[in-house]
T-cell receptor, first 113, second 111 residues
Framework: AQTVTQSQPEMSVQEAETVTLSCTYDTSESDYYLFWYKQPPSRQMILVIRQEAYKQQNATENRFSVNFQKAAKSFSLKISDSQLGDAAMYFCAYRAAGNKLTFGGGTRVLVKP | DVKVTQSSRYLVKRTGEKVFLECVQDMDHENMFWYRQDPGLGLRLIYFSYDVKMKEKGDIPEGYSVSREKKERFSLILESASTNQTSMYLC??????????FGDGTRLSIL
């Protein structure tokens, strides 16, 4: 079974600084998708960014970017120029063929003004 | 925008009660999902459905059942609620192989 591990329960960052969240996964598949979801206190899960495993280029969405290392099975999220609104739980998720998502345990991001 | 609506934001029930959690989506998605979210464990899949009257067990189906009589509605049923089912429950929907859209969650307490 696939597993997703987020080793950092909580990360703190100063406003305008950069923070990197770690995610590793275990799979025997060669074709899959990886996602980062954000869950603010409102509880709405929001898709931040996604990466197709067959693409070598790292995905970027505005201030959010990933470092995808397929051989190492690592998928980290970098938040640049952190803003107060970035404070939330962040979940890494994996999906192979089909629709089932496997989530990591989450990392809470605190942003200090 | 996709709208996934969960019927209750907070719910308090007693041990042994039959509990229904309702989820409705408005985008004609064929796939619908129920997760529970617990601290440190992330989201775990309970059941999912890829069509009306179809259902598949997820990773933690024990103690739960589901119903999908109409495409837009997916119900999670706790046949006899127990205290270890106190949790946050999240519903999601998607088109096939597309990102899932989530509801706001139901925080369920079983006393």
């Amino acid at each position: 079974a696939q597993t997703v591990t987020q080793s950092q329960p909580e990360m703190s960052v100063q406003e305008a600084e950069t923070v990197t969240l770690s995610c590793t996964y275990d799979t025997s598949e060669s074709d899959y998708y990886l996602f980062w979801y954000k869950q603010p206190p409102s509880r709405q899960m929001i898709l931040v960014i996604r990466q197709e495993a067959y693409k070598q280029q790292n995905a970027t969405e505005n201030r959010f970017s990933v470092n995808f290392q397929k051989a190492a099975k690592s998928f980290s999220l970098k938040i640049s120029d952190s803003q107060l609104g970035d404070a939330a739980m962040y979940f890494c998720a994996y999906r192979a063929a089909g629709n089932k998502l496997t989530f990591g345990g989450g990392t809470r991001v605190l942003v200090k003004p | 925008d996709v709208k996934v609506t969960q019927s209750s934001r907070y719910l308090v029930k007693r041990t042994g009660e039959k509990v229904f959690l309702e989820c409705v989506q408005d985008m004609d998605h064929e796939n619908m999902f129920w997760y529970r979210q617990d601290p440190g464990l992330g989201l775990r899949l309970i059941y999912f459905s890829y069509d009306v009257k179809m259902k598949e067990k997820g990773d933690i189906p024990e103690g739960y059942s589901v119903s999908r009589e109409k495409k837009e509605r997916f119900s999670l049923i706790l046949e006899s609620a127990s205290t270890n089912q106190t949790s946050m429950y999240l519903c999601a929907s998607s088109l096939w192989a597309q990102p899932q859209h989530f509801g706001d969650g139901t925080r369920l307490s079983i006393l």
